[in-house]
C-alpha cells in the first residue's frame, strides 16, 4: 500500500500570514508530486505539479520537494479567505502504473 | 482546456437498484480513474482504465465494476446499490508517458443510495 500523509489540520491562519501545508510519502520510486485544493463540495483542481527536488514557484504558491527525504510541502504566501479550503497532496509514477495515491487532505482556513 | 465531464451532479438510487455513473474526457487521453471521497477518508481509488477495454481493480473496488468501450468514455457500475455506497463519486483522467502528468477531475457525483 502506497501511502501519503498529511498534517491532518485543521490550520488556521490570519489574512496575510503565509500558511504552509506538509506531506509525506511512502514509495521511494514516486516521481511526480501534486498539490490539488478543493472547495466544500466541489471536485479538487490542481494548483502546482513539481518532478525534480528544489522549490517551484507560482505566484503566491511554492511547492518543495525534497526525495532523500520523501516530502513535499507547499507554502501559500499572503493568505487569503478564498484560499480557505482542503488541500490534497498527491503523488504518483510510472512504476506504480500511473496510479495516483492520494493523502486525506489538509483543511486551511484563512481568517480576515 | 481539459474537460472531464459527469453525466449527474446529484443522484438518488433506492437499494437494490443498478446504477450507471458516466465520465467522458475530450483530451484523448489513456488513463481514466473512478474514486470515491468520503468525510476523513479521502479519496480511494475504486478502478482505473490505462486503455480501452482494459481496467484494473483499485483499492475498493467491491460492489462496483467498469467499463470502458471507447477512449473517451469510463462508466462506474453499480451492480446492486447499497446504502454504504452513498458518497461523491470522482472522475479523472490523465495522460501516459515517459512521466505522470496531472490528473483532471470532473465536477463530481453526490449519489446518494436510500
Known amino acids: 500500500q502506497k501511502e501519503v500523509e498529511q498534517n491532518s489540520g485543521p490550520l488556521s491562519v490570519p489574512e496575510g500570514a503565509i500558511a504552509s501545508l506538509n506531506c509525506t510519502y511512502s514509495?521511494?520510486?514516486?516521481?511526480?508530486f501534486f498539490w490539488y485544493r478543493q472547495y466544500s463540495g466541489k471536485s479538487p483542481e490542481l494548483i502546482m505539479s513539481?518532478?525534480?527536488?528544489g522549490d517551484k514557484e507560482d505566484g503566491r504558491f511554492t511547492a518543495q520537494l525534497n526525495k532523500a527525504s520523501q516530502y513535499v510541502s507547499l507554502l501559500i504566501r499572503d493568505s487569503q479567505p478564498s484560499d480557505s479550503a482542503t488541500y490534497l497532496c498527491?503523488?504518483?509514477?510510472?512504476?506504480?502504473?500511473?496510479?495516483?495515491?492520494f493523502g486525506t487532505g489538509t483543511s486551511l482556513t484563512v481568517i480576515p | 482546456d481539459v474537460k472531464v465531464t459527469q453525466s449527474s451532479r446529484y443522484l438518488v438510487k433506492r437499494t437494490g437498484e443498478k446504477v450507471f455513473l458516466e465520465c467522458v474526457q475530450d483530451m484523448d487521453h489513456e488513463n481514466m480513474f473512478w474514486y470515491r471521497q468520503d468525510p476523513g477518508l479521502g479519496l480511494r481509488l475504486i478502478y482505473f482504465?490505462?486503455?480501452?477495454?482494459?481496467?484494473e481493480k483499485g483499492d475498493i473496488p467491491e460492489g462496483y465494476s467498469v467499463s470502458r468501450e471507447k477512449k473517451e468514455r469510463f462508466s462506474l457500475i453499480l451492480e446492486s446499490a447499497s446504502t454504504n455506497q452513498t458518497s461523491m463519486y470522482l472522475c479523472?483522467?490523465?495522460?501516459?508517458?515517459?512521466?505522470?502528468?496531472?490528473?483532471?477531475f470532473g465536477q463530481g457525483t453526490r449519489l446518494t443510495v436510500v
Open positions: 482504465s490505462y486503455d480501452v477495454k482494459m481496467k
Open positions: 513539481i518532478y525534480s527536488n
Open positions: 479523472a483522467s490523465s495522460l501516459s508517458g515517459l512521466g505522470v502528468t496531472e490528473a483532471f
Open positions: 498527491a503523488v504518483a509514477g510510472v512504476n506504480t502504473g500511473n496510479q495516483f495515491y
Open positions: 514509495d521511494r520510486g514516486s516521481q511526480s
